[in-house]
């Protein structure tokens, strides 16, 4: 196998992991950059769409770094997309394989299934559910939590902050209620 | 003080502003004191290209390896944070132990997370919206440039969402 279908078949974990926390050190010491991507949508606020609101009152551009950062996010989610895309199909674990078969979703062959986020389902109940309701919730209660997976759960528990393992524990309670409570019915309904 | 420093418009009276920033000024802050140029700046993208890399790389932005995580069904999502919060964990540790400076010569400095009900409140609702996008803010980024386009409309509502979380934010428990 060389280098290049090396890169190109997924990575594990215990490649994947250590090189997201070396992103710690790395923008610490590239700038005193502490690690938080969710803060980009409220400097994207504070930029755009202030409103004289005081939430948004800040020198945003002092921040203008992490937009280069997510800028790149996108840059690199192309590239390994598309330069280093995986030529097989995503393998899911067999037991959510079979639950999510039984709540309708039939296509499991990229990254996100077509079922639900084909650009087409965009303007329809699905794309109001999945993509409007499901974001709004990720923007207005990753700025209410003061962060996101990145700033608490990576950042925050590195720099050992108790709050910030508070703020964890909430996001994968949410997480487990929603999906095991609220998709079914989600899933159900729209397909 | 610093925190107060970094934000302050000179507008505002220094306590409405110490209380704006109070929940999450530290959350991807930056705390150099030198000013940083456009081509400075590059460097942030670039080190966002490779974190893309591998956000797609890992299948971190697949809706189907969040499902596994609260499944319980796969390691996967697990190992992925476990092992970044090792990486993480070791590396502010040394860099605090050895007092190692930034590229400029400044010494590193993390501000401390303040804790605050919208911990609970908002991180719960972040859950909820995690489960259902399959996508965290980062892997949204990503996930558009992978092509799933779609997501534009996630990324655009997540705006929205922080947006109407500063303008309901003093009615809000905090």
């Not at chain 1, 039939?106 to 077509?114: N, Q, R």
């Not at chain 2, 591998?54 to 999502?77: G, L, N, T, Y």
């Not at chain 2, 992925?80 to 132990?97: D, E, Q, Y």
Request: hydrophobic residues 50%; proline residues 4%.
């Amino acid at each position: 196998m060389n280098i290049i279908e090396l890169l190109k078949s997924p990575w594990p974990w215990y490649v994947a992991g250590p090189l997201i926390g070396l992103t710690v050190p790395v923008l610490l010491l590239l700038g005193n950059k502490s690690f938080g991507i969710s803060s980009s949508l409220r400097h994207i606020c504070a930029a755009v769409i202030p409103a004289g609101l005081p939430f948004f009152k800040y020198n945003w551009r002092k921040e203008a770094w992490n937009l280069f950062f997510v800028t790149g996010i996108v840059i690199g989610g192309f590239v390994g997309n598309f330069w280093l895309g995986n030529p097989d199909a995503i393998v899911v674990a067999d037991d959510t394989r079979q639950t999510l078969s039984a709540l309708g979703v039939t296509d499991f062959s990229g990254l996100m299934p077509a079922d639900i986020f084909a650009v087409s389902n965009v303007f329809t109940l699905k794309g109001l559910i999945f993509l409007v309701f499901g974001g709004f919730l990720v923007g207005f209660g990753t700025r209410y939590a003061g962060g996101c997976t990145s700033g608490h759960a990576i950042m925050g528990l590195s720099n050992l902050q108790w709050p910030s393992l508070v703020a964890t524990l909430s996001f994968m309670i949410g997480g487990f209620a929603c999906t095991h409570l609220l998709l079914p019915f989600f899933l159900h309904f729209v397909l | 003080m610093e925190k107060i420093q970094q934000h302050s418009p000179l507008s505002e009276p220094v306590d409405a502003e110490f209380d704006n920033i109070r929940i999450d000024g530290c959350d991807g802050a930056n705390r150099q004191q030198s000013v940083e140029s456009f081509t400075g700046n590059l460097k942030y993208l670039l080190v966002g290209v490779i974190f893309g890399i591998v956000f797609v790389k890992a299948e971190i932005v697949s809706w189907f390896r969040i499902q596994e995580m609260f499944r319980f069904d796969s390691f996967h999502m697990y190992g992925v944070i476990g092992s970044a919060v090792a990486v993480g964990l070791v590396s502010i540790w040394l860099i605090k132990r050895f007092n190692i400076k930034t590229i400029s010569g400044e010494t590193v400095s993390i501000a401390d997370k303040v804790f605050d009900q919208g911990q609970i409140y908002g991180g719960l609702l972040f859950g909820i919206g995690w489960a259902i996008t399959g996508a965290c803010p980062g892997p949204l980024f990503a996930q558009i440039g992978a092509g799933y386009l779609a997501v534009a409309v996630t990324l655009l509502s997540a705006i929205a969402g922080t947006w109407v979380y500063g303008y309901v934010r003093a009615k809000l428990p905090h």
